[in-house]
């Protein structure tokens, strides 16, 4: 059984802060790590994806990956009330397109 | 243009009913996926289309029964559902199904079973 673990949370940052959301996967075959956010109430909203080891940046958002480790993060830097969300981190697995979802990290950006 | 389209928005149904959730891609997707959403829990895959073949059915019970008429839809067919299949229903699609791709969303359906 694959499995990806998030810290449920919640997290709380102060607006202008930097939020920091981690994820681990159990499936050392694992290709590409894909961060959503998901508003309540909402469907999943791709904000990065990372396949090779080392950091991705896009804007105010970085990705972070070490296979090694089996470990990918999320950064994100000047956290905006509007960034607060449940965050998803999705591992896939070799082969067919099956996403595996760890169960979500809840953050709040306080004003 | 990334969007994934379903219909309806709502829905309500008995346990006797037939109803059918429709999904809808024009990105030229050849992958749609159906995933289930309970609440405070991630997505579940139910079931995967590559090219209008099924190719990953994740034993589903058989009153869930999919089915891709082309490239572009989706449909859900529902029949006696149980008030435990409550739901947010996701529709996703990707341009292959090689273990590469990113996943697009559709908004769902939120399905309430009585």
């Known amino acids: ?111 | 243009d990334t969007e994934v389209t379903q219909t309806p928005k709502h829905l309500v149904m008995g346990m006797t009913n037939k109803k059918s959730l429709k999904c809808e891609q024009h990105m030229g997707h050849r992958a749609m996926y159906w995933y289930k959403q309970k609440a405070k829990k991630p997505p579940e895959l139910m079931f995967v289309y590559s090219y209008e073949k099924l190719s990953i059915n994740e034993s589903v019970p058989s009153r869930f029964s999919p089915e891709c008429p082309n490239s572009s839809l989706l449909n859900l067919h529902l029949h006696a559902l149980q008030p435990e299949d409550s739901a947010l229903y996701l529709c996703a699609s990707s341009p292959e199904d090689t273990g590469r791709e990113t996943q697009y969303f559709g908004p769902g359906t939120r399905l309430l079973v009585l």
């Open chain 1, 1 to 111: 059984q694959k499995e990806v673990e998030q810290n449920s949370g919640p997290l709380s940052v102060p607006e202008g802060a930097i939020a920091s959301l981690n994820c681990t996967y159990s499936d050392r075959g694992s290709q590409s790590f894909f961060w959503y956010r998901q508003y309540s109430g909402k469907s999943p909203e791709l904000i990065m994806f990372i396949y090779s080891n080392g950091d991705k940046e896009d804007g105010r958002f970085t990705a972070q990956l070490n296979k090694a480790s089996q470990y990918v993060s999320l950064l994100i830097r000047d956290s905006q009330p509007s960034d607060s969300a449940t965050y998803l981190c999705a591992v896939n697995g070799g082969g067919a397109n099956n996403l595996f979802f760890g169960t979500g990290t809840r953050l709040t950006v306080i004003p």
